[in-house]
């Protein structure tokens, strides 16, 4: 008997049918019911997150924009330094040129004032003496001496003081290189944006990078290099003014003791002068003198000759008269007339060369005189001519190279020095 073929496997029941179908539908709704959820959620995150991202962007392109304001105030700040720290350096340099050109021209007044002391070392005799003349010189020496000294030591001061001017600004410079390369960093992130063609992720961009300093580190550097370079500036203004006081003050100083010495050289010019006037006089007087002593020797020679002419005609007369014969050989009046005329012609002829040997010994002492006039006419003369050519080259002093021209003659200096005139009624008293 053919029976029916029977599917085989698992039967479910009407219930077991119903019961799946209400649980897909059940399903069904819990996962759009989730779904939903989802959705929302991501909805508002969506919101939330674009909100975020574009208050981030805006706050940090505020704190990027007050970034460069900052960084541009400090700049500008750094700009101006500059330009002060520039002006202090260019006028310590201008001082500190002034400063050696003062120095370097007391070479001259040193070299002018040792000259005039070994001018005057040539002096010869009596007339080497340390009179205020030498005295006035040795103070310039030691004035000039003490202003290279002072003049050096601002140099030397000054050359420091540009050194530290110059590392100052070498400080500001890099601070200030560093802010406009900053400045160029900054403003190009501020640029930046999504559609910027060189943007990319980065390997661990939030890291903190080595050499990173806090805020208040950044703006304390700043304000050190600023600081310092404001004192740097304010100790070479001061310094500035006192070698500009001590360059004054030296000027002022020499040119006293210039003007002091050259007193003191003129006035020692018009002693000698007097005393070599003074000498002429005596010399001319002297002259006089011994020629009228020539003449008074010469008259008592001729009358010591007639003395003893006289006396050899007494004598001849006596002798003779020792001839008379006999009783005539008396002592009468002629005899003793003619013995104290001898006598007398003796003592006058003994008198005569007594006065013409002191006559002769005066003559003596007036050539020996004459000869110490003339000798130390000579001595002024010497020292007149060595004083003048002191007096002359300080005028190197005063007048410049190109004009000075030498009143001396070298070859023939006395040719140049005026003739003394003698004074107002000696020649008359002579």
Not at 197 to 203: E, G, T
Not at 328 to 333: G, V
Not at 398 to 420: E, G, I, Q, R, S
Request: hydrophobic share 35%; charged share 30%.
């Amino acid at each position: 008997m053919t029976t029916l073929r029977v599917k085989p496997g698992q039967r479910f029941t009407l219930q077991d049918w119903h019961t799946n179908s209400h649980l897909i539908s059940a399903n069904a709704e819990c996962r759009r019911s989730a779904s939903h959820q989802v959705r929302q959620e991501a909805r508002a995150l969506r919101n939330e997150t674009n909100n975020q991202t574009k208050w981030d962007e805006h706050d940090n392109q505020t704190r990027l924009a007050e970034r460069i304001s900052s960084v541009n105030r400090w700049k500008e700040t750094l700009d101006k330094c500059l330009a002060d720290i520039d002006v202090e350096i260019d006028a310590l340099a201008k001082v500190k040129e002034a400063a050696e050109r003062a120095l370097q021209a007391k070479n001259l007044h040193l070299d002018v004032s040792i000259e005039c002391l070994t001018l005057r070392e040539s002096r010869r005799a009596i007339d080497v003496v340390r009179d205020y003349v030498e005295e006035e010189l040795h103070t310039e020496v030691k004035m000039i001496d003490k202003a290279k000294r002072v003049l050096q030591q601002r140099v030397n001061e000054a050359f420091k003081q540009l050194c530290l001017l110059k590392e100052a600004r070498q400080q500001l410079s890099r601070d200030h290189q560093h802010k406009v390369e900053a400045l160029e960093i900054d403003r190009m992130c501020l640029s930046l944006n999504v559609n910027s063609p060189n943007i990319s992720f980065k390997v661990n961009p939030t890291r903190v990078p080595d050499g990173s300093t806090a805020l208040h580190q950044w703006e304390q550097n700043s304000q050190c290099n600023k600081d310092r370079a404001e004192a740097e500036m304010k100790a070479s203004a001061g310094l500035r003014e006192a070698t500009a006081t001590a360059i004054a003050q030296i000027d002022n100083e020499l040119e006293a003791q210039r003007v002091a010495t050259e007193f003191a050289l003129r006035k020692r010019i018009k002693d000698l002068e007097r005393a070599y006037d003074e000498l002429k006089w005596q010399e001319q007087n002297t002259l006089e003198e011994i020629a009228e002593m020539e003449e008074d020797i010469r008259r008592l020679e001729e009358d010591l000759r007639g003395k003893i002419q006289d006396l050899k005609v007494a004598h001849t007369r006596l002798e003779t008269r020792m001839c008379r014969p006999s009783v005539e050989l008396c002592r009468d009046q002629a005899q003793y007339g003619l013995t104290h005329e001898v006598y007398q012609l003796e003592e006058t002829i003994r008198e005569l060369r007594q006065k013409l040997a002191e006559s002769q010994t005066a003559l003596d002492a007036l050539y020996r005189q004459l000869h110490r006039i003339q000798t130390d006419i000579g001595y002024k003369s010497s020292s007149l001519m060595l004083d003048n050519k002191c007096l002359d080259s300080r005028r190197k002093l005063v007048v410049p190279a190109k004009k000075f021209l030498p009143a001396v003659d070298t070859l023939n200096p006395t040719m140049n020095h005026p003739p003394f005139p003698p004074r107002s009624g000696q020649l008359e008293l002579a």
